[in-house]
């Protein structure tokens, strides 16, 4: 069984998104697959290189979408991204100079921000965004 789970309920109804939303997901799994197998400290800087790199080009890309739809609270959305962006780099640098994080503690950061996100956040512009004809 999967750390975290993807389901119906965290989909925003945009395949685009829902997919990279999707891909976020599968990197914590295979964090916690590789705690699983007492390897989660030997995967952990590549699961981190990967989750800085794929969170900046999923944001970036879901900015890009709001913006060219006038999104109303743009802003708003952009600032949480921002937050987001700056804690997994901390992680990262953390990871970088030796001070190495708990894998577990990491894969759990992931899986909370990204659902809470979705679930209050993201929900937010999916009707307005499909409204405006962004396509699923």
């Known amino acids: 069984m999967a750390f975290f789970n993807w389901t119906d309920e965290l989909s925003v109804g945009i395949q685009r998104i829902d997919l990279q939303h999707k891909k976020i997901v599968a990197l914590s799994n295979e964090l916690f697959e590789a705690l699983g197998a007492g390897k989660g400290r030997d995967v952990l800087g590549k699961v ?3 989750l800085v790199t794929y969170t900046r080009t999923h944001l970036k890309d879901e900015e890009r979408i709001l913006a ?21 780099l901390e992680l990262h640098a953390d990871y970088t100079n030796g001070k190495q994080g708990n894998p577990l503690v990491i894969a759990n950061f992931v899986k909370d921000w990204l659902t809470k996100h979705i679930m209050g956040t993201d929900k937010q512009y999916a009707s307005f965004l499909i409204s405006k004809g962004v396509a699923r």
Do not use: C
Not at 73 to 80: L, M, N, R, V, Y
């Open 68 to 88: 060219e739809n006038g999104y109303p609270e743009f802003a708003t959305h952009k600032d949480k991204h921002e937050k987001m962006t700056r804690r997994v």
């Open 48 to 50: 981190l290189d990967n």
